[in-house]
């Protein structure tokens, strides 16, 4: 079965979210740092609500930036698996789960903010349960997988072809 170090990403969903990580890091990180300082220049701390909403937005704020950096660093961007019949991030399945038929992208949930124009295609990831369990077999097998509420599920893969856009 193939491993995948980092996740799969469209360019479009790469840029959008570098874009976000420039601003985060930058412009945003700034002006909550100016005003952590404005409110800190009000005097008592311990009562200043200004103060701990500015540093809860700057911890959120950082763990975004965290994220972000790691999820950039590692993705595999635009290139679409080879239309060979094997389930791997960058490819929209058709399976019968649990006696239902069901169509989704394997890759990142990132992904799926770009996913507009009429498609209504939801995005499992790789390392979902689901993910990790189709996740280098081929069109025509059945496998299953205990899900997170314990319950074993069979997925039959019916159909597995490179996204595009």
Same mark, same amino acid.
């Given at each position: 079965?193939?491993t995948?170090?980092?996740?799969?990403?469209?360019?479009?969903?790469?840029?959008?979210?570098?874009?976000?990580?420039?601003?985060?890091?930058?412009?945003?990180?700034?002006?909550?740092?100016?005003?952590i300082?404005?409110a800190?220049?009000?005097?008592?701390?311990?009562?200043?609500?200004?103060?701990?909403?500015?540093?809860?937005?700057?911890?959120?704020?950082?763990?975004?930036?965290?994220?972000?950096?790691q999820l950039?660093?590692?993705?595999?961007?635009?290139?679409a698996p080879?239309?060979?019949?094997?389930?791997?991030?960058?490819?929209?399945?058709?399976?019968?789960?649990?006696?239902?038929?069901?169509?989704?992208?394997?890759?990142?949930r990132e992904?799926?903010?770009d996913?507009? %124009?009429?498609?209504d295609? !939801?995005?499992f &990831?790789?390392?979902? @349960?689901? $993910?990790?369990a #189709?996740? %280098?077999?081929?069109?025509? !097998?059945?496998? &299953?997988?205990?899900? @997170?509420? $314990?319950?074993? #599920?069979?997925?039959?893969?019916?159909?597995?072809?490179?996204?595009?856009?």
């Open positions: 079965m193939p995948q170090e980092g996740a799969w990403l469209t360019q479009e969903a790469y840029d959008r979210l570098k874009k976000e990580l420039d601003h985060l890091a930058g412009p945003y990180r700034q002006e909550i740092v100016d005003r300082e404005q800190r220049s009000e005097g008592d701390l311990k009562e200043n609500g200004g103060y701990h909403a500015a540093r809860e937005e700057q911890g959120k704020n950082e763990g975004r930036i965290q994220q972000l950096t950039l660093e590692n993705a595999q961007v635009g290139e080879a239309d060979d019949g094997v389930i791997e991030a960058g490819m929209v399945v058709t399976a019968e789960i649990a006696g239902d038929e069901m169509t989704f992208l394997m890759g990142s992904v799926a903010e996913l507009t %124009g009429g498609e295609l !939801e995005v &990831s790789e390392r979902s @349960p689901m $993910g990790a #189709i996740n %280098g077999h081929k069109v025509g !097998e059945t496998v &299953s997988y205990t899900a @997170p509420n $314990g319950k074993d #599920i069979t997925v039959k893969l019916l159909k597995a072809k490179p996204f595009s856009r």
